[in-house]
């Protein structure tokens, strides 16, 4: 158990709907990635946020977003979903910018 | 741009038959190269960071070896449960996101 949990476990929903995934990080943890894994693409990094703040950005798309809380969940927020959204999104947290500790996952399914 | 390729993509083992996972990548100043272990469906399992060229490490039946070019991931008469894919990542100096390669997957058969 890396610490991380992320919620749903599993989400299956139709294209054009938007659905929230929920991240916790390790305690003390001020960093919060998140990463796409497809079966062809590998994992994927999206976007990273430091203690709220947007930190970098990867090959996210404009109809995604994220952001950080004060008590530093976050949360991946995608809209106007597509069948290619279909994958496994990550969740993973950081204490120094060093190794990062990764959630459980969350299996979206679009159909 | 960096880059990770990891090789082969399938490996096959009898159980007690050692062999060696490939990394090899470009980056423009590597800070670290990580290896994670990923169970199918599972979230990928933080195995080992090295920092610098000669720099090794060792957990159980594992040792992760670092060249200026490559990684090795050494695995010494494996078993069974250590069937997985293993994971390769590269970050560069800034703090930058890591960037995965696609992973080799391991069976090692009893």
């Known amino acids: 158990d890396s610490g991380v949990t992320q919620t749903p476990k599993h989400l299956i929903t139709a294209t054009g709907q938007r659905v929230t995934l929920r991240c916790s990080p390790r305690s003390g943890d001020l960093s919060v990635y998140w990463y796409q894994q497809s079966l062809d693409q590998g994992l994927q990094f999206l976007i990273q946020y430091y203690n709220g703040e947007e930190r970098a950005k990867g090959n996210i798309l404009e109809r995604f977003s994220a952001q950080q809380f004060p008590d530093l969940h976050s949360e991946l927020n995608l809209s106007s979903l597509e069948l290619g959204d279909s994958a496994l999104y990550f969740c993973?947290?950081?204490?120094?910018?060093?190794?990062?500790?990764f959630g459980p996952g969350t299996r979206l399914t679009v159909l | 741009e960096d880059q990770v390729t990891q090789s082969p993509e399938a490996l096959r083992l009898q159980e007690g038959e050692s062999s060696s996972l490939n990394c090899s990548y470009t980056?423009?100043?590597?800070?670290?190269l990580f290896w994670y272990r990923q169970d199918p469906g599972k979230g990928p399992e933080f195995l080992f960071t090295l920092y610098s060229a000669g720099e090794e490490k060792e957990k159980e039946r594992l040792k992760a070896t670092l060249t200026k070019k490559e990684s090795f991931l050494h695995i010494t008469a494996p078993k069974p449960e250590d069937s997985a894919t293993y994971l390769c990542a590269v970050q560069a100096q800034g703090n930058t996101p890591l960037v995965f390669g696609k992973g080799t997957r391991l069976s090692v058969i009893a």
């Open positions: 980056v423009s100043g590597l800070r670290g």
């Open positions: 993973a947290s950081s204490r120094n910018a060093n190794e990062q500790f």
